[in-house]
Structure formats: structure tokens, C-alpha cells
């Protein structure tokens, strides 16, 4: 192998890239002595509203997707019990947040070239208690927005996008998270914008925003930094029962200036992803597939498909190798019928839907961060060669 991996540090997968900026931001903010939702929330959702071309009233910052995802349910008013269609290769949060908003998913396998829930897939699976549809667009890799808002339409459905991996990406030259009624973006550590926890929902009308807020904060009219601001004491009164899913000033700070720098880290993983693609090229790996036409492609995971077979190890022991070379890597992700919990609540069987599960079982993300340095691309790059090559 070209490198000696003793001397080497273990490369963190989906490390951040923290700048002296948010570093700064987060003093500030401290030193403020305000950290809950306050002044740089509202500022992180002007800013992230100029960036997605929506008005203000559009956006809701929250903690998490998860909570995003659940919240613009229940403000979508589905009524309890309808179905929702999603794909099953995805975060379990995505499926979770459907059964929190008591509703049933329903899931549509994927196309094996995009590794997007599959428009046909979805069409089989509408029954007349369909009443959403959740797209994931995977690893920043726009779904077939235009087919799938067809069938919205055609069905009159409403869809929510979980645009976790995908906060850059477009579909014919419009920004992921406004085709459907709402879109929920993710800001956790590992994500193209990061404030550690953190999400914001996207929506088409300014009375579900408003209604999702209201959810997010107890179902309190009023939210805090407008009880306890320098306006004076304001009394507030709970309209609904509702959750804890603010987003903190804390996390605000670092999203502010992660948000200034989207282009910069989108244009760093692009680099890096082309070097993988040349890098690769001759392996005997998947690799991603080529953007489509028309659109932009986040850059947020780059997986590679270890078949045992073709590449004389598998994905397992393909982890180990890496591992054992100081990389960390991610599995994105074992089909949700994988895991035991819906196995017992659905009786669902990952052979029901066939390509998510050989995908889940074949992929590895590799890093892919902003933060890495050319040396370290190459040194993923050389020690990928290092475990396929001579198996
Ligand atoms: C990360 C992720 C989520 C959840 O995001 P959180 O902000 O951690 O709640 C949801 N869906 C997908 C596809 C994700 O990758």
C-alpha cells in the first residue's frame, strides 16, 4: 500500500468544515447571553429563504429533518391513517417521522441507476388511502420531480421532499424543496450546510409555515424570543399541542456562515468527486452514475457498490479494510425492511423490494468532505486500489 496508515490520522467520515467564522458567530452568541431561538434563527431563515428564492413567511427553522419531516405532515393536514409513499432506501428517520404524524408508509422501490424511488414504482402503489408522497432525493440526487408532481396531480396528492442530502441540487434549473407542498432539509454534522443538530422546512403556503412554527413550539402562539425580547413581556396561549423542534441562536450562528460558504463546499465535493470518478475508473466498483440532464446533483454521498463476485471481497470486509487504513466510511443504507423493528410492525421482507436491498447490502460511502485535503483524496484513492487490486 503507498501509505503508512500508522503515522496517518483516522480521516472522521463527514467531517464538518467549521471556519474561523463560525467559530466567532458562536462566541458572539454566547457572550449575547441569548442562545435559545432569537435573533440569528430569524436571520438564518432570512438568509436560507433568499437562498432557496422563497419569501420569508416560507421557511421554518426546526431541529432536525426528523422533526421537519413529522411537523409538515401534520400541517399538510393528512388526515391519520392515509398512506404515504416513500422509498426504501433511506434514514429510518424518514419513515419514522410518517409513523409519529400517524400515518402509514407504504414503500415504492427504487431505480438501480439513480437509486431514487422509482415514478413507476410509486404509480403501483397508490391505493385510494394514498393521500402523500415522500421523495428522498439520495445522496443529493434530484428525483424525477416532474413525474412524480404529475402523479401528485393526477391523484391529488400531497408531496413532502426530504431533501437531507440535497440542499444545492435542482431539477431543470429550480431548487429542490419547492416542487412539493413542503421540503425538509437537514443540517446535522454530517450534511452539506452543518450546525451540528438542526433543520428547516420549506413550504408552498404561508399559513402551513405559520402553523408548522406554532407546532414546532409547544403550540405556543407567541415563540420566545417575542415573550422575552425587548418588546416587553408578551403573553402567549397554546393553540394546539404541540412539540419541542426549535432551533437554538447557538446553532443559527454556525448555520449562518455555513450557509454563506454553500457554494464553496459544493464546488470542493465536486472536485473531489471527479478525482474519485477518474480514480475509479478502472476498478471493478460501481461507481455513481452521471448527473441526468437538466439537473444539478448535491455531491453529498459518493457510494461505491462492492460486489463480492466481481471485486473478490465483500462489502463487509471492504469496511474492515478501510477501517483497518484509518478511513472511516458509511453504509447509506440498509433498506429499511432490513431492520427488525418493521420486519415485526409491517412483516415487510427486504426482498420485497429487490433493488434497494442490493444496493444496501453492496454500498459504501466513501469521504467526502469539504474538509479534506488533496492528500487525503489520495490517499483514499490509493487505498481503495490497495484492497481491490490483486483480490
Ligand atoms: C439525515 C437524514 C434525515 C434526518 O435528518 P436529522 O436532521 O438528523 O433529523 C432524514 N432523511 C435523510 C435522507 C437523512 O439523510
Same mark, same amino acid.
Given at each position: 500500500m503507498a501509505h503508512d496508515s500508522d503515522s496517518l490520522p483516522f480521516l472522521v467520515f463527514g467531517a464538518p468544515h467549521i471556519g474561523e467564522a463560525e467559530i466567532d458567530e458562536a462566541l458572539a452568541c454566547l457572550r449575547s447571553g441569548w442562545l435559545g431561538t432569537g435573533p440569528r434563527v #430569524? @436571520?438564518? *431563515? @432570512? +438568509?436560507? #429563504?433568499v437562498f432557496r428564492g422563497v419569501k420569508a413567511t416560507q421557511v421554518a427553522a426546526v431541529n432536525s429533518c426528523t422533526a421537519a419531516l413529522h411537523v409538515s405532515m401534520l400541517a399538510a393536514g393528512i388526515e391519520a391513517? %392515509? &398512506?404515504v409513499i416513500t422509498t426504501p432506501l433511506t434514514f429510518c428517520a424518514t419513515v419514522n417521522a410518517i409513523l409519529h404524524a400517524g400515518l402509514v408508509p407504504v414503500l415504492a422501490d427504487v431505480d438501480p441507476q439513480t437509486q431514487n424511488i422509482d415514478p413507476d414504482a410509486i404509480e403501483a402503489a397508490i391505493t385510494p388511502r394514498t393521500r402523500a408522497i415522500l421523495p428522498v432525493h439520495f445522496a443529493g440526487r434530484p428525483c424525477a420531480m416532474d413525474r412524480i408532481m404529475a402523479l401528485a396531480r393526477k391523484h391529488d396528492l400531497v408531496v413532502? *421532499? +426530504?431533501? /437531507?442530502?440535497a440542499? &444545492? /441540487?435542482q431539477f431543470n434549473g429550480l431548487p429542490l424543496g419547492t416542487f412539493g407542498d413542503f421540503g425538509c432539509f437537514s443540517f446535522y454534522v454530517t450534511k452539506n450546510v452543518a450546525t451540528g443538530e438542526g433543520g428547516m422546512i420549506v413550504g408552498r403556503s404561508d399559513e402551513q409555515i405559520a402553523r408548522s412554527k406554532?407546532? #414546532?413550539? $409547544?403550540?405556543? %402562539?407567541?415563540? /420566545?424570543? $417575542? =415573550?422575552?425580547?425587548d418588546q416587553g413581556y408578551? $403573553?402567549? @396561549?397554546?393553540v394546539e399541542c404541540g412539540f419541542k423542534y426549535n432551533m437554538m441562536d447557538l446553532q443559527a450562528a454556525i448555520g449562518l456562515h455555513q450557509l454563506a460558504r454553500v *457554494? &464553496? %463546499?459544493?464546488?470542493?465535493? +465536486?472536485?473531489?468527486?471527479? =478525482?474519485? +470518478? #477518474?480514480g475509479f475508473a478502472q476498478?471493478?466498483?460501481?461507481?455513481? %452514475?452521471?448527473a441526468e440532464a437538466g439537473t444539478r446533483h448535491g455531491r453529498h454521498l459518493y457510494t461505491v457498490m462492492i460486489d463480492n463476485d466481481r471485486c473478490g471481497i465483500s462489502r463487509d470486509g471492504f469496511l474492515d479494510a478501510m477501517n483497518a487504513a484509518k478511513i472511516g466510511t458509511g453504509v447509506h443504507y440498509l433498506s429499511v425492511p432490513e431492520h427488525p423493528y418493521y420486519q415485526q410492525r409491517f412483516g415487510w421482507r427486504p426482498e420485497q423490494w429487490p433493488h434497494a436491498m442490493k444496493l444496501g447490502r453492496e454500498t459504501v460511502s466513501l469521504p467526502l468532505s469539504p474538509a479534506l485535503s488533496d492528500a487525503d483524496v489520495t490517499r483514499v484513492i490509493d487505498t481503495v486500489h490497495g484492497i481491490l487490486v490483486g483480490k
Open positions: #430569524a @436571520q438564518f *431563515e @432570512q +438568509d436560507f #429563504a391513517g %392515509s &398512506e413532502i *421532499e +426530504d431533501c /437531507a442530502h440542499v &444545492e /441540487a406554532v407546532l #414546532a413550539l $409547544h403550540g405556543m %402562539s407567541k415563540d /420566545a424570543w $417575542h =415573550r422575552f425580547g408578551k $403573553h402567549y @396561549q397554546v *457554494e &464553496e %463546499s459544493w464546488l470542493r465535493r +465536486d472536485a473531489i468527486w471527479k =478525482r474519485y +470518478d #477518474a476498478l471493478p466498483i460501481g461507481l455513481p %452514475s452521471p
